[in-house]
């Protein structure tokens, strides 16, 4: 959902034409998908083959069940704990959401990571460094 809400905010911050129907598509390919899933997990249901979540036929006494029903938030969003994604019974009823404002102390913040400087010019590296480093990450890393 934080990807779609990116790249929402990706098209309203263009005008290059090309850019946003670009992003305008993989929007509408993500509708799809999501109604696929939403669709797939019903018919599981229906059909008495799984129950939500899916698949349920993974032990929820192996799962960390005290983050299982957690909307933890890691955005600088003003609205993270409103609706039924934060609070209230869960659409699986088998608990209640709860909303926490912020990551436990000590769960450290990831690197940024590094794109690989051939396909992002990003970098302050001139062009020509960005190349040699890219010819050594491919000598150096296989697939």
Known sequence: MHGR???ARLYHMTDG???RDLLAFLLARDTMH???????????QEEGLQGI??????????????????????????DADKGARASGPTPDGKGELTYVAEPA???????????????YGTTAKPNL???????????????
Request: glycine share 6%; proline share 12%; net charge negative.
């Open 105 to 119: 102390a000590g769960v450290p913040m990831p690197p940024p990571t590094q794109p690989d400087p051939r396909l």
């Open 53 to 78: 979540p899916v698949p349920s036929s993974f032990p929820l006494g192996d799962e960390h069940r005290e983050v299982s029903h957690q909307y933890i938030k890691f955005s600088d969003g003003q």
């Open 17 to 19: 034409h090309g850019v």
């Open 34 to 44: 999501q109604n696929q899933w939403i669709a797939a997990a019903r018919e599981l």
């Open 5 to 7: 809400v990116a790249v």
């Open 129 to 143: 460094a960005e190349k040699v480093t890219g010819k050594l990450n491919d000598t150096f890393t296989s697939e």
